[in-house]
């Protein structure tokens, strides 16, 4: 079985605005098998935006099951993320899956994997994916050394990412909140 891999996604939390930006980009094997897939969206009433990465079908899933809980739980985030984890360590979801999802509001801004993890980042930037560690340390430094906003930090370190990582593009798409 071919591995996949793609997918970049960054989020920079700045001046009360987080940005979530993700590139476009599937590959499988040495091949680029799509070049617009929409990994960043915005869900439970356009209060939350997520970007995931991983395998498709266990992204899809644990979207699913994180879409769940808002609902059950009136759109709190924070207890939405620790339920999800929650679910996997005590075996409500059959197995653990091969994705990433970086989950924002007004208020937070989280990383949960599939694994049954839940982090809050540091210094208000987090990201994941092939070019996660490119865009991460593009973000980290243009939000210290600039006067630029949330979304235009995570823009340019999508570009940077896109312009070192080949399994990045630079079919951009980007949700602030």
């Known amino acids: 079985m071919e591995q996949f891999?793609?997918?970049?996604?960054?989020?920079?939390?700045?001046?009360g605005v987080t940005a979530l930006a993700g590139?476009?980009?599937v590959t499988l094997g040495?091949?680029?098998?799509?070049?617009?897939a929409r990994k960043v969206r915005r869900i439970y009433n356009d209060n939350v935006v997520i970007g995931f990465a991983g395998?498709?079908?266990?992204?899809?899933?644990?979207?699913a099951h994180f879409e769940e809980l808002l609902q059950k739980f009136?759109?709190?985030?924070?207890?939405?993320?620790?339920e999800l984890a929650n679910g996997f360590r005590e075996d409500k979801y059959p197995r653990r899956l091969e994705a990433m999802m970086i989950v924002a509001d007004k208020d937070h801004l989280l990383l949960v994997s599939g694994m049954g993890d839940v982090y809050e980042?540091?210094?208000?930037?987090?990201a994941i994916g092939s070019g996660g560690n490119y865009a991460h340390a593009a973000a980290l430094a243009l939000k210290e050394n600039?006067?630029?906003s949330a979304k235009e930090i995570a823009l340019k370190a999508m570009n940077i990412a896109a312009d070192i990582c080949i399994y990045t593009n630079h079919n951009i798409i980007c949700e602030e909140v």
């Open 30 to 36: 040495e091949a680029i098998s799509k070049g617009n």
């Open 5 to 15: 891999r793609a997918t970049t996604i960054v989020a920079v939390k700045k001046d």
């Open 55 to 63: 395998g498709a079908a266990d992204a899809f899933a644990l979207e």
């Open 74 to 82: 009136s759109g709190n985030l924070m207890r939405s993320a620790v």
């Open 121 to 126: 980042c540091e210094k208000g930037v987090i």
């Open 146 to 148: 600039t006067n630029l």
């Open 23 to 25: 590139d476009g980009q």
